[in-house]
């Protein structure tokens, strides 16, 4: 086993976990679910069977991961962020063959208490902010705020928020280089 796991982790035969990956207590991974290497999945976590997790992804206590969802590589999920796979739930009608697919690109980070509805993209380096409520495909680097969640600003791939301007910025913690118009933020350098 290239992976660790504390002994109260329930992790059914055919998930596929990458080497350095720590699994927390009281986790469960089924069967079909694909986790990267130098994960960590926090205490209580739930990993669905039609889950993809990309490597070096951090996700904090209480998240539930279900079917459909995807985490490129670094992507960041705060503690009790909440993902969703049926639009329309209904405790007494079966909606499994309607679950939408929801993707967090790589970098990306979904604060705590924040719910992600599904069938949306999270693009690239995408920040959403603790408590918000996604209900659209959010752009690269976008800080996302509120409820529903809006775009309140840009954010830097080292996680600093970029200045307010249009057109060429630069991020003050560690100088690199964005452009930013047409509600569109792209690394130049």
Known sequence: MSFTAHETAII???AAIGAGTRVWHWVHVCANAQIGTGCSL???????????????????????IYDDVTLEDDVFCG????????????????????????L????????????????????????IGAGAVVT????????MLGNPAR?????CNCGTRLP????????????KKYHIENERCSQVS
């Not at 926090?42 to 539930?64: D, F, L, P």
């Not at 775009?151 to 954010?155: F, L, P, S, T, Y």
């Open 79 to 102: 503690p009790s962020m909440v993902f969703t796979n049926v639009i329309n739930p209904r405790s007494h009608v079966s909606r499994k063959h309607e679950y939408l697919h929801t």
């Open 42 to 64: 926090g205490q209580n976590v739930y990993v669905g069977n039609k889950v993809v997790i990309g490597n070096n992804v951090k996700i904090q206590n209480n998240v539930s």
């Open 136 to 143: 659209r495909d959010v752009a690269a680097y976008a800080l």
């Open 164 to 175: 307010a301007n249009r057109g060429d910025v630069k991020c003050d913690a560690c100088g």
């Open 151 to 155: 775009r309140a600003g840009w954010m």
């Open 12 to 14: 059914d035969p055919g």
């Open 104 to 127: 967090v690109k790589r970098g990306a980070t979904i604060g705590a208490n924040a719910t992600v509805v599904c069938g949306h993209v999270i693009n690239e380096y995408a920040f």
